[in-house]
Each structure stands twice: as C-alpha cells, then as structure tokens.
C-alpha cells in the first residue's frame, strides 16, 4: 500500500501563462554535488485553449507522478531535466471546407515527448475539449507506457479541437487529410508513427497512411490501427480492452478477488469499454452490473448482458432504456456499490470532489489520466487500489508495436500469435510493476512510473546526452 503522498510539487494552473513560468518542484538532492530547488519548465503555449485557467491540468500532474518517481530514483537532474518535458511541440492550422462551402480553421497538435528508447509512438484524438495540455500530458503518457511494456517506441500524442460527432464522413476526411498533410514532416514509420484514440478509428488511420503515402510511396508502418486489408493487425482493435481485462485478472489475484464473485462497472462504450464489457462477461464470467456511453449509463445489479447493450446502442444511439435496467449518470457510476470500477472514457473523472464516494476496492484505468492526483492521495488513504492507465491500457500500443513489425517484416502473423504475445507482455510488466511497488513502498502508480522512467533515463544516458 501506497503511503499518503505529501504536499504536491506542481503548483496549480496559472492563469496567465505566458506572464509566469510554471515552477516544478525537484527532488533536493541531486548529484555531482550541486542543489537545485527549483526549475523553470516552458511556459504554456498561448493559445485560445490554454487561457481556460481553472480548468484541470492534467499535464501538471503527469508531472507531479514524474517527480514522485525521479526522486525515488535519486535521478540526476540533468537527466530528469531531458526526460521530463516534450521534445517538440508542433501546432498546426487546418483549413477544412465544409459541406455547406465555408471554410473552418480548426486547430491542431502533435507532441512529441520522448524518443530515446525508440520512434515516437502514440494516438491521435478528436475532441471538442482539446489542447495543449492535455496532448502534452498524454504524450507524455505514453512515453512511459512504452517503456513499462518495454516496446521499442517512445512517447507522442496528437489531438484536434473538433467535436467530430458533428461532421460528415467527408469532412472528417478532409479534416483528417489536412492534418496528415501538415504533420507530415516530423512523422514516419521510423520517426513518429501515430494511431487511433478517442473519436478516431481505423478508417481515421487508413486516410492517414494514404495521404501519407503520396508523399513518401506506399508506407503502411507510419501508422498503426489500419484496417486489416491495408496491414492492419489481426486483435489489434480488441487489444486494449484484452489488455484491461488481463491487468483486471492479475491485479484480482495479488488483492484476493474472486473473478466469479466480483461485480464491475465500466465507464465508457467506446471501442476500449465495449471489448472490455464483452471479454469480462463473455470469457471470464465477470459479472457486469453497469455500463455508460457519452449520454449516461445504465445499471443492473444482477448483470447486464452485454449483447443487448449492444443492439440498443446501435437502435438506439444510446446503451440508456435498457431493459431491466435503472438509469444513471456517468458521475453516479463511478459511485455505485460494485467491486471494480473501470473508467474507459476520458479523463478526470475521478477527483478529489468526488474520490470519497467511490465503493469499489479496486480501479482499473482502461481511459488515460482518469484520476487526478487528489483522488489518488484519498485513493491510497481509503486503500483502494488504482491499477494505473500506463500499464492497465497498454495493449492497444503493444498490439500497434505487433502491428508495425508486421508492416516492417511484409509478413502477417495469425490471430492466436497476437494474442499469446499480448498475454505474455501484459502478465510479465504486471510483475514487474507489482514487484517495482513493493521494492519502493509505493503505489502501483508510482511502482509504474519508477519502472518506466528508469527505463527511459537509462537509454538516454546510453545514447549520450
Ligand atoms: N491511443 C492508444 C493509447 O493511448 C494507442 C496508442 C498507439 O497504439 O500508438 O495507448
């Protein structure tokens, strides 16, 4: 168990970014004798998105979890200095025509964060609420996600400030042509191979990799989560959720949890909620009492079944009227008395507001950066175990790495090999992160990132800095 960690090392969001510089906290002992207290880290890139100043900084807090991690490392500050931050930041404008004749300029990102380990690696997201700390915090993320599951890659994200919910097929071509178009430069099968994340998908993927091609000739590896007939993995849709559900099985086996006996509630019917609902239910016979999509959820105490959920989703547009079921909110099903919680939508949504009323004993974070800081502290205090979103949700980039192997070797490997080799990660980097929490007396969170950036600061220091 996680001791309550102390006071926060990153102060909170400041309202005038490019005024001030955000201080970061740094462990005090460093080495080669030197004291360092304090280091200025880039200020916020101003923009119409980051001037929400009291908005949540998930990117502060990726930070806060570095910095728990680094001064268990004892991590010279030159190399935490190299690690910590993005390597590149790239804003870009995308003028899409719409269907009426208008011309949009809608705004988009790539960071990339870290690379000593292998090309930048990670997903590409759309949604209304965007910007840059958020894809700054996430490629960050990522870096570290890599490294846990210990895959050639480094850490990168991409999002884009649109509610895609409200475009036609061909405006989300054309917005996602143009954003291929202007990220070109800084991505490649070796360089910086993007992927799908929230409200994008395979065919979101295929676009890319087209538009990608025309410049550079045919290059199926500059992305992965293609469809099948363009190189796409077999199981690579299914991953992350498989992936969830593994790291569900061996954290239910250190915390004494009797598969059969549990119940779970998922947060999110999105690719990563539904395949984990379906492979709870459908293979492990785990029961699942609730269920959420972006319009609210639904509960049974006695199980849902997940084939209906999928039907009045698709009759419907919502999992909300299923039979047999009471309706509630997203917030409320974090709340429910159930076993495990399972947030597999977006992140923030367990905070200090409300991380006292959450039953369950344990939480699997299949979405990244669903608990905040605050929630983990009250977390550790109620021992409740969070299993964290860098390990618990690494099957979808572990399966991308299988992916783009595959694209590299020209050579397609069957359904049961995916999946043996994505067993086989997800229980190995289980262990080790397990092994990693309890050699420091920390949480698994902080066991995950003391693993992962150790990883990251040794390749570094290997490549020479
Ligand atoms: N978007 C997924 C994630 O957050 C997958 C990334 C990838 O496959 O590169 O892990």
Redesign the pocket.
């Given at each position: 168990m996680a001791k309550k960690s102390k006071k926060r090392t990153v102060k909170k969001s400041n309202p005038h970014p490019i005024k001030k510089k955000t201080k970061v906290r740094l462990p005090k002992k460093v080495k080669h004798g030197r004291k360092i207290s304090t280091v200025s880290v880039p200020p916020k890139v101003q923009s119409v998105e980051s001037a929400k100043s009291s908005k949540h900084n998930p990117y502060e807090d990726v930070l806060h979890n570095f910095e728990l991690a680094a001064k268990k490392l004892n991590l010279n500050e030159e190399l935490a200095q190299l690690i910590r931050t993005p390597d590149r930041e790239l804003r870009v404008e995308l003028p899409v025509m719409m269907d009426d004749g208008k011309l949009h300029s809608i705004i988009g990102y790539r960071v990339q964060h870290n690379n000593a380990r292998g090309p930048y690696?990670?997903?590409i997201?759309y949604h209304q609420e965007v910007d840059i700390d958020e894809v700054r915090a996430?490629a960050s993320?990522?870096t570290w996600?890599t490294s846990i599951v210990d895959i050639p890659f480094g850490g990168a994200?991409g999002g884009v400030t649109i509610d895609p919910t409200k475009l036609s097929m061909g405006e989300l071509e054309r917005l996602t042509r143009a954003f291929t178009s202007k990220i070109d430069l800084i991505i490649g099968p070796s360089e910086d191979?993007?992927?799908?994340?929230v409200n994008t998908n395979a065919q979101t993927m295929a676009w890319m990799m087209d538009e990608y091609s025309k410049s550079h000739g045919y290059s199926p590896a500059v992305v992965?989560?293609k469809p099948i007939e363009l190189g796409g993995s077999l199981g690579r849709e299914e991953a992350?959720g498989r992936g969830v559900c593994i790291a569900l099985r061996e954290a239910a086996k250190t915390y004494h949890l009797d598969l059969k006996k549990i119940t779970v509630a998922v947060q999110g019917f999105g690719n990563v909620g539904s395949h984990t609902a379906r492979i709870l239910e459908q293979e492990m016979g785990v029961k699942v009492v609730a269920v959420s999509d972006v319009k609210g959820g639904v509960y049974n105490p006695r199980g849902l079944h997940y084939n209906n959920a999928v039907n009045q989703l698709k009759n419907t547009g919502s999992v909300i009227g299923l039979k047999g079921c009471v309706k509630l909110s997203n917030e409320e099903l974090l709340e429910l008395k159930c076993d495990v919680v399972i947030p597999a939508a977006l992140g923030n949504q367990l905070r200090g507001d409300n991380a006292n009323n959450v039953k369950a004993k344990l939480i699997v974070e299949a979405a990244?950066g669903p608990t905040t800081v605050e929630a983990d502290e009250i977390f550790a205090s109620r021992n409740i175990m969070v299993i964290p979103d860098i390990y618990a949700?690494?099957g979808?980039?572990t399966?991308?790495y299988f992916e783009w192997v595959q694209n590299v070797q020209r050579f397609r490997w069957d359904y049961a090999r995916v999946m043996s080799e994505l067993e086989k990660t997800m229980t190995s980097s289980y262990a080790a992160v397990h092994r990693t929490s309890e050699k420091y007396k920390v949480s698994m969170r902080i066991g995950a990132f003391i693993l992962a950036v150790e990883r990251v600061a040794k390749a570094a220091k290997l490549r020479g800095i």
């Open positions: 690696k990670g997903g997201r996430l993320l990522m996600k994200k191979i993007p992927a799908p994340d992965t989560g992350t990244n949700n690494a979808g980039v399966v991308s």
